[in-house]
Nanobody, 129 residues
């Protein structure tokens, strides 16, 4: 079983930055692909970014981003800490949502929320104008 715990959310002003962390349990972190999703009130959970399963400590590998996140957000992983990060810069009020960490041992359609096997409890990000 994989357990995920997000942290780093909070309240920031538009244009500010936040760094989210997701810590995974176990000793097989390098074989996990990791993803970030977000869900705003009244909206479906949507894809933010993902990083493929990879080896190396730390490791920055192949990443995927939603159009809304590209050029502002950066996803990375540190296999020595069993942790994936989401660095968010130039935040906008539209980024306000609960952000969820996800994991899977498989590869495939990272963009679909139904593809992922494990989920964290989420961390709130609120961006004020």
């Amino acid at each position: 079983q994989v357990q995920l715990v997000e942290s780093g959310g909070g309240l920031v002003q538009a244009g500010g930055s936040l760094r989210l962390s997701c810590a995974a349990s176990g000793r097989t972190f390098s074989t996990l692909s990791m993803g970030w999703f977000r869900q705003a009130p009244g909206k479906e959970r949507e894809f933010v970014g993902a990083i493929r399963r990879s080896f190396g400590s730390p490791y920055i590998g192949t990443t995927y981003y939603a159009a809304s996140a590209k050029d502002r957000f950066t996803i990375s992983r540190d296999n020595t800490k069993n942790t994936v990060y989401l660095q968010m810069n130039s935040l906008k009020p539209e980024d306000t949502a609960v952000y969820y960490c996800a994991a899977t041992y498989n590869t495939g359609d990272y963009y679909s929320k139904n593809f992922w096997d494990y989920w964290g409890q989420g961390t709130q990000v609120t961006v004020s104008s």
